[in-house]
């Protein structure tokens, strides 16, 4: 998405978008006893935690580059690890957290969360709508440069929607 489809949108705005994604993800996490975080799977093994767990990762990402780190370090992952496909690089991603208790996993998305929000409450817009390097959806291997508005929204906002849809489904199964 080109910088110029992000005219209008303030840090407001934009804080405001995330936080309604957020505010539906924690109203699902907090929805069900804590036990049925982890006693339930989808079909590819994954937990309800390791989905919030994995959407903390990512959010990991749109921080660490308003840090000065790199997103690989986000996912805590090499810079080669993170060219690999989604579900190995997943895969790496929720082996780092697999079997953490729902406290640990809440407190870990609620702190990162915060500390996203507060980190670009102090970003000048400008600075969101710089290139910054991402990975093409249809290859691992071709970097491209997108707004770092693109990456914040899909790696915050519409990933919390997506991953709350599967913990959904975990849940109601």
Request: proline content about 4%; aromatic content about 8%; some cysteine.
């Amino acid at each position: 998405m080109a910088a110029e489809n992000y005219q209008g949108l303030t840090i407001d705005g934009l804080l405001e978008e995330i936080d309604a994604a957020w505010q539906r993800l924690m109203a699902t996490m907090t929805a069900y006893p804590k036990e049925a975080y982890s006693a339930k799977r989808d079909p590819v093994g994954w937990t309800a935690l390791d989905h919030l767990a994995h959407v903390t990762a990512w959010e990991k990402t749109a921080l660490y580059p308003l840090q000065g780190k790199t997103r690989h370090e986000g996912l805590g992952v090499t810079d080669e690890q993170f060219l690999l496909d989604f579900d190995p690089l997943n895969q790496i991603v929720r082996d780092q957290t697999a079997g953490s208790p729902y406290d640990a996993v809440m407190a870990n998305a609620r702190a990162v969360h915060e500390e996203l929000v507060a980190v670009v409450r102090q970003t000048e817009f400008d600075v969101l709508l710089q290139p910054s390097s991402a990975l093409a959806a249809d290859t691992r291997e071709q970097r491209r440069e997108v707004p770092f508005m693109e990456i914040l929204m899909s790696d915050g906002c519409s990933h919390f929607d997506d991953h709350r849809e599967y913990i959904e489904k975990i849940l109601a199964g």
